[in-house]
């Protein structure tokens, strides 16, 4: 087990129309194995969500939530008590939107590995239907973690130690676009700070063009894509951010020297560390794209030998169909 925790309190969160209740619960909840478990999960679920966004409380917001979590690690506040303001700020920033809210509301302090985080997440619920022994329709509920939405994390480390950086929150941004993350930031009393997807991007043209500059050939060029990708996929799946040193050396096949000149000559605003944005670094390994009824979708190393595309007569030919595909396209040309 690599997780611990240390406090968990849960309260119930209800909102239909304009009115939102917040159901809290009286104390603390024991700390168990299941506890751990469960924690681990969300942990785990919190680190796969696509397109977070990264802020730190501020100062001219006058946080409510920084101000009790500050007090609760100088030891002048109990946990539960932080919840219980933090509960009452959301209902209030609950009540200005329309959207409409059910569900569990955590609040977290645990340890995973060497770093100490708070995270606070609002769970919907899901229902469950199963067959009894007796052939009856038997439904449950059960916490839909894979689905939220509403979820930041403190890093508490990040926060004593690089709070200039502006990045120690991370938050769900949310399908429904900047009315989840305005809700999300405004709840914390954050100003949002780096942004993933430009430090992302910035990182892969500073690859693409140091891998031109080279004169490698495609082969190579596709290799170290997949390696610096593979690199970008471990530090998501970890939650910790990319190296842009580490990136240096798996770019440039050395101590990383020539490719750090590189981008740092060029002026690539690139941060030493930054949390990396996982459907940018994608496209170093695959290209897809969909409008008009067609989607299309495959491997980057296979553009110019399986994949041709012609920009001129906007083309694109595929040499070698999918067998799936194909077998449905032979059914149609045997009914037609």
């Not at 004593?160 to 941004?173: E, G, L």
């Amino acid at each position: 087990m690599t997780t611990e925790v240390k406090k968990l309190v849960v309260h119930y969160v209800d909102k239909e129309d304009e009115n939102t209740q917040i159901h809290l619960r009286n104390d603390e909840m024991p700390i168990n194995d299941r506890v751990n478990v469960f924690i681990e999960q969300l942990h785990h679920a919190y680190n796969g969500k696509p397109g977070k966004g990264f802020c730190a409380f501020s100062g001219e917001k006058n946080s409510i939530v920084a101000s009790a979590m500050q007090s609760y690690r100088n030891n002048e506040l109990g946990f539960w008590h932080v919840t219980e303001k933090a509960a009452q700020v959301l209902k209030e920033e609950l009540d200005k939107y329309a959207f409409n809210e059910t569900g569990y509301l955590v609040f977290c302090h645990y340890q995973y590995v060497a770093t100490e985080y708070v995270m606070i997440a609002l769970i919907n619920i899901k229902e469950h239907y199963s067959i009894t022994s007796e052939l009856d329709l038997a439904a449950s509920r059960h916490l839909d973690i894979t689905r939220m939405q509403l979820a930041a994390r403190i890093d508490l480390a990040a926060w004593d130690t690089q709070a200039d950086d502006n990045r120690y929150i991370s938050f769900i941004k949310g399908r429904a676009g900047r009315k989840v993350a305005d809700f999300f930031l405004d709840f914390l009393g954050c100003e949002e700070g780096i942004d993933p997807k430009q430090q992302s991007r910035s990182m892969l043209n500073a690859v693409e063009d140091y891998l031109s500059d080279q004169g490698l050939d495609k082969e190579e060029k596709d290799e170290r894509r997949k390696e610096v990708f593979d690199y970008c996929s471990d530090r998501i799946n970890s939650g910790e951010d990319a190296q842009i040193n580490e990136i240096a050396r798996v770019v440039s096949k050395d101590d990383g020297s020539s490719f750090e000149g590189f981008y740092q000559q060029q002026d690539y605003d690139i941060a030493e560390s930054f949390p990396v944005d996982k459907k940018t670094v994608t496209g170093m390994v695959k290209l897809s794209g969909m409008g008009g009824g067609v989607s299309v979708g495959f491997e980057r190393k296979h553009l110019g030998s399986r994949v041709i595309y012609d920009p001129v007569n906007d083309t694109l030919t595929i040499k070698g169909v999918p067998p799936n595909l194909k077998d449905q396209l032979d059914q149609l040309d045997k009914e037609d």
